[in-house]
């Protein structure tokens, strides 16, 4: 199953939590907390949304930060959790 977003809407998976910090400090699972990274799994169409020109800045493939309680969680079949966001969560672009 494929999931389309509409609008100034992107589908993020979000990336997995180190288990050792860069000093080599290994962290326990319960202590891991989720990060703000994702990648960009797919891109809407942008276009007018609320009367505005709104431009899409991401696309498919880039690493980004998001803020931390914004989008939709959405599981689809057996495939890893995603994150639906509009464009103005995404925070930065990790280069």
């Known amino acids: 199953m494929k ?3 509409l609008g100034d809407r992107v589908v993020l998976k ?3 939590a180190e288990e050792t910090t860069k000093s080599g400090i290994v962290l326990p699972g319960q202590n891991k907390e989720k990060p703000q990274q994702a990648e960009v799994i ?3 169409p942008g276009g007018v949304v609320d009367g505005k020109e709104v431009k899409m800045e991401v696309k498919v493939g880039d690493k980004v930060i998001f803020s931390k309680y914004a989008g939709t969680n959405v599981k689809l079949d057996d495939e890893d959790e995603l994150i ?3 464009q ?3 925070l930065a672009i990790i280069e």
């Open 14 to 16: 979000q990336l997995e």
């Open 42 to 44: 797919a891109v809407g």
């Open 88 to 90: 103005n969560d995404i």
């Open 3 to 5: 999931l389309v977003p």
């Open 84 to 86: 639906v966001v509009k």
